[in-house]
């Protein structure tokens, strides 16, 4: 009880600290300045829109990446591959997890941008090697929510529709997927979050020039690169405007997180409607990963649990 | 990490006091520029190890701030990595402790071997953009530069920008190692170093005909020299003016040479 109050204690305090910091500073210069599209600390002007714009497009290229991939891997896992390849590839998908966020972006610098700049042009540090990096570095978080999000689909759900002839990849497409579906968009929400709040990897990768890319070949400065890599030089305004950067993201990321928490508990209501059984235990295991939240937010989704 | 450093060395500073049953530590603080702190506290812990009665804090800010630490006496001694505008001359006393070169880099592959100032303020203002126009290969000039706030990317700002704002196009890197790396994997790339961390990997060029080395960097001849500035509100006296006398001395000298600093002397 003490600890679970403490580590509310310790998130109200960041936020507050955040919102002391960097609130006042929003409030001098005013939402105009702040959310226009100039960032010259220096001079006053400290427009973080070009930031959430990098923050967008490499988050969304992250998942036109790594959803396609992460489905598809826990759509095998779950419902297709053998017990033994199971146990076998999902602690490897979790260690892919484990790979410190500097080595992606090691080795983003020392393969992937030369790659670019040879194969595709431009200057090889850009939105598209940071949407790479990340597509990868989101899988594990969406491949292991999805997993658990498909094996509390109840297996007579499954039982049912092959004994009504369907084929196995109907059986999967059909019935299975969209049992599991509020699962599936948390799990693809909270892989969001990781994208959003990822920053080492993208520093290295993604360029980090303040400025409207025109295609994915041009580099472009997310949030979280914004604050990491100024911070250690800024002091007064400057540094207020990196916490306000700071603002803007914790409520990104605030957004995602409630946003994923709904789509389950959603899912929790309408199983639990019928009374059954097994939608009892399905509600049960489907609330169960709540606890993998993205880095950004610790506490957010367990202080929304009954 | 640089606080933790830097209390580790104040601990160790006591705990050597306390332990010889000397006078109580004698305090001495430092803030500025963040390209003069990494020396500043290899110079701390070789002046402490040998006058365990001193403590010294080392801290950041940046070169702005180590003036304003300066003047309002925060600090003893402030850092600064940039030449002092007319009216904060006035208000402290600057020694220069070392100098160092900004080195401009570019891929070994790169034929051009020679700018000049003002066609570095085009490229980097990116009215030149072309590798051709500076008599290179007719490819796109890939500008890497240091993050805001960073007192490479201010002494460069300074020498070279002549007022003009470095493109918002160019590839914003948060360190010399990355601004070097980055240039070594990119034909197309420039960027600017200090001469210490100029190596194989990449070419260094000479700017208005002038190789940087210690003899042009020392004399001045080399365009892009900033000199590394201990400030102090007065004349420096007491701990701040042992530790100053040291770091011009040569042992000082020495550790900032082994570091890849040049001595303070023009001419």
């Known amino acids: 009880m003490l600890l679970a109050f403490s580590s509310i204690t310790i998130l109200a305090l960041i936020t507050l600290f955040i919102f002391r910091e960097g609130a006042p500073l929003m409030a001098r210069v005013g939402l105009g300045n702040f959310f226009s599209t100039e960032w010259r600390p220096g001079e006053g002007l400290f427009g973080i829109s070009l930031m959430i714009v990098g923050s967008t497009v490499v988050t969304f290229g992250a998942l036109v990446l790594g959803v396609p991939f992460g489905l598809a891997c826990a759509i095998v896992l779950a419902e297709m591959a053998p017990d033994r390849a199971r146990t076998l590839l999902k602690p490897v998908i979790e260690i892919l997890a484990g790979i410190p966020s500097v080595v992606y972006g090691f080795i983003g610098i020392v393969v992937l941008l030369p790659w670019i700049r040879s194969n595709l042009g431009g200057p090889g540090a850009s939105a598209l090697a940071a949407s790479l990096i990340l597509g990868i570095m989101v899988l594990p978080t969406i491949i292991g929510i999805s997993i658990d999000a498909l094996q509390a689909v109840p297996n007579s759900y499954r039982e049912a529709s092959l004994a009504m002839g369907a084929t196995r990849w109907q059986t999967i497409r059909r019935v299975v997927l969209p049992a599991a579906r509020s699962g599936l968009v948390a799990a693809i929400i909270l892989g969001m979050g990781r994208a959003v709040g990822e920053t080492m990897a993208v520093i290295m990768v993604a360029g980090n020039s303040v400025q409207m890319p025109r295609s994915p070949l041009d580099p472009v400065r997310t949030l979280t690169a914004n604050i990491a890599l100024e911070m250690g030089y800024a002091a007064g305004d400057h540094q207020a405007a990196l916490f306000a950067t700071g603002i803007v993201l914790f409520a990104i990321i605030m957004a995602l997180n409630t946003v994923a928490n709904l789509a389950r508990g959603r899912r929790v209501k309408r199983a639990t409607a019928p009374a059954a059984g097994a939608e009892d235990l399905q509600a049960a295991r489907d609330d169960a990963p709540q606890g993998e939240s993205p880095p950004g937010a610790p506490g957010v989704t367990g202080t929304q649990r009954p | ?267």
């Open chain 2, 1 to 267: 990490m640089r606080p933790l450093v830097a209390r580790a060395l104040v601990l160790a500073g006591l705990l050597g006091a306390l332990g010889c049953g000397r006078k109580p530590a004698t305090g001495l603080t430092l803030a500025g520029s963040t390209s003069v702190q990494p020396f500043a506290e290899k110079w701390a812990e070789a002046f402490q190890a040998k006058n365990p009665a001193v403590e010294i804090h080392v801290q950041g800010g940046g070169s702005t701030a180590g003036v304003k630490a300066a003047v309002t006496g925060t600090a003893q001694i402030g850092m600064c990595s940039r030449e002092l505008k007319p009216d904060e001359a006035q208000a402290v006393t600057a020694t220069v402790v070392a100098r160092d070169g900004e080195t401009m880099i570019v891929h070994p592959s790169m034929p051009v071997n020679d700018l000049t100032v003002d066609q570095l303020r085009k490229i980097y203002s990116r009215e030149t953009t072309s590798w051709k126009e500076v008599g290179g290969p007719d490819r796109r000039i890939t500008v890497v530069t240091r993050e805001q706030g960073s007192g490479a990317r201010g002494a460069f700002e300074d020498m070279v920008m002549n007022g003009k704002q470095i493109t918002s196009a160019a590839l914003v890197q948060d360190s010399q190692g990355a601004v070097r790396q980055m240039v070594s994997t990119d034909p197309a790339a420039i960027g600017y170093v200090s001469h210490g961390v100029v190596d194989s990997s990449v070419k260094g060029l000479r700017l208005e005909g002038v190789e940087p080395n210690e003899e042009t960097i020392v004399s001045g001849r080399y365009p892009l020299v900033r000199p590394f500035l201990f400030l102090t509100k007065g004349a420096p006296s007491g701990a701040a003016k042992e530790f100053i006398d040291w770091v011009l001395g040569p042992e000082g000298q020495a550790i900032g040479r082994k570091e890849g600093l040049f001595p303070p002397a023009k001419q």
